[in-house]
């Protein structure tokens, strides 16, 4: 019974891998789960050093359903533990909230998530923006880091949620009819609109800041679960040196500059 709580006290860095190594070792029959154990002295403390509290906190019900199953599974079937074991890691590997190397620039545009770059067009943004903007739009698999940062030194100036379907986020035509937030963000004689984008599987979208909030260019904005999209709108008039193709960091890859 005491595997799963190493789980849970090493998440907050109480207990090393061997602990957790010593304690599923417990269970009657842990043989199948010695090929899982041989890479979490590799996996976990990296993953554990990029973690926040706030992004672990999202994923509360998560780790409780699977230390369930961990405790349910693990001791009948060797192969059901180091499944549960598997997605355990997963888990912990998705929440993940690396710390980025903001860029110092004060012209530098910093993109407000990380993944791929698959769209950089011309779109009107009516709602905060209110005028036609360069888009860029960046694709999240379910492997890269899902948190969202601001673009530039900014004032939160609307938080608006939009309702709507939850269409595969692979493709940037769902940015118009998936439900999405719109944050539109005020600073350095700019105003950015930054659009959070549901998917297939994200069906939670994580708000980490309010409107009439200040942030510093690469702080918190919020986080999107399980593979999504995110939209930035910017002025036309800047220049935008991200390529199609770039996978940016969210916070620190620089994605335009103010001319």
Not at 49 to 64: H, Q
Not at 77 to 93: A, D, E, M, P, S
Not at 230 to 238: K, N, R
Not at 239 to 245: H, P, S
Request: charged share 20%; with cysteine; net charge positive.
């Amino acid at each position: 019974m005491r595997a799963p709580h190493a789980f849970v006290l090493s998440y907050c860095g109480v207990l090393t891998t061997s602990d957790i190594e010593r304690f599923v070792r417990g269970y009657p029959d842990h043989r199948g789960c010695d090929p899982i154990l041989s890479v979490v002295p590799r996996i976990l403390p990296a993953t554990l050093s990029r973690m926040s509290k706030r992004a672990l906190s999202e994923a509360k019900l998560i780790f409780a359903i699977e230390l369930v199953l961990l405790i349910g599974l693990g001791f009948f079937t060797k192969i059901g533990g180091g499944i549960v074991l598997l997605l355990i890691l997963f888990t912990l590997y998705f929440f993940r909230d690396p710390t980025p190397l903001v860029a110092a620039d004060p012209n530098a545009i910093v993109a407000p998530a990380t993944g791929k770059v698959d769209l950089i067009d011309t779109a009107d943004e009516p709602l905060f923006r209110g005028a036609s903007s360069k888009r860029v739009s960046i694709f999240l698999s379910v492997f890269d880091v899902h948190t969202q940062r601001a673009p530039i030194d900014c004032t939160v100036k609307l938080i608006k949620y939009v309702p709507g379907k939850f269409a595969n986020a692979i493709s940037p035509s769902c940015a118009t009819v998936n439900e999405h937030q719109i944050l539109g963000l005020e600073g350095n004689g700019i105003r950015v609109t930054v659009r959070q984008i549901a998917g297939l599987i994200a069906r939670r979208i994580c708000t980490w800041t309010k409107e009439g909030a200040v942030l510093p260019k690469g702080d918190h904005l919020g986080m999107i679960r399980f593979g999504s999209r995110v939209d930035i709108y910017l002025p036309l008039e800047v220049d935008v040196v991200a390529k199609l193709g770039d996978h940016v960091k969210g916070g620190e890859t620089i994605l335009a500059r103010r001319k």
